[in-house]
């Protein structure tokens, strides 16, 4: 599985924010690239689980390969069965998002871009079940499906405190928005918007800042 730009800043954006956790859950974790992106810039112990075979073994490779591997735990199952022994003070996700979208040809692909496996109901009673009475989490979906999402979020007594905002460039609309969420009310919420290559050929400053400790051309 290829790793993608907004899954990129998905993790870049909240690894500035989780310095003080001590307990982190990746739901979906593809191919560990969110748990080594959080790894790089928090102690926290970080637990993922994969349901797909093939992505569940690159990952595994990849966090086993990594100088942070004595606090990266990584399971293959299915989070909505599946029982943690402790609760988690922050959880990230990049589901499968295309729900009522055109479907993917390959059914790993299906299950990786695609709700079919896990609903963003599901995923919210899976955070639900598994973060800390004073946790928050983060979630990367397509910016058409955010006002959908927080719907849903609100049911459940979630509160929205920070969104991101990512657009290709300045002539695109916003493709993707990454939301931050606790069970505490704020009084406002955080937006920022980010724009990759304002110009369609350079990356932005802002962009830059961002994954200059990540990218290597940078």
Request: glycine share 6%; charged share 25%.
């Amino acid at each position: 599985m290829k790793v993608c730009t907004d899954a990129c800043i998905l993790g870049a954006w909240f690894a500035g924010k989780v310095a003080g956790h001590e307990r982190i859950l990746d739901i979906g974790s593809g191919t560990g690239l969110q748990m080594l992106l959080l790894a790089q810039k928090s102690d926290a112990t970080i637990h993922g689980i994969e349901l797909d075979k093939e992505a569940y073994m690159q990952a595994k490779e990849n966090i086993e390969r990594s100088k942070w591997n004595d606090r990266l735990t990584l399971e293959e199952g299915d989070v909505r069965q599946h029982t943690f022994k402790h609760s988690f003070d922050f959880i990230i996700s990049n589901p499968p998002f295309f729900e009522n979208d055109l479907e993917s040809d390959t059914d790993a692909e299906k299950i990786a871009k695609h709700s079919t496996s896990l609903t963003l109901s599901e995923l919210l009673d899976s955070i639900s079940a598994n973060l800390d009475s004073k946790g928050s989490f983060g979630i990367l979906l397509p910016f058409h499906r955010w006002e959908y999402f927080d719907a849903l979020a609100k049911q459940k007594g979630y509160q929205l405190t920070e969104k991101l905002i990512v657009k290709q460039t300045l002539k695109h609309k916003p493709f993707r928005a990454i939301l931050h969420y606790t069970r505490t009310e704020l009084a406002s919420i955080t937006e920022t918007e980010l724009v990759i290559k304002p110009d369609g050929v350079s990356y932005s400053n802002e962009f830059e800042q961002l994954l200059k400790d990540y990218y290597l051309k940078l």
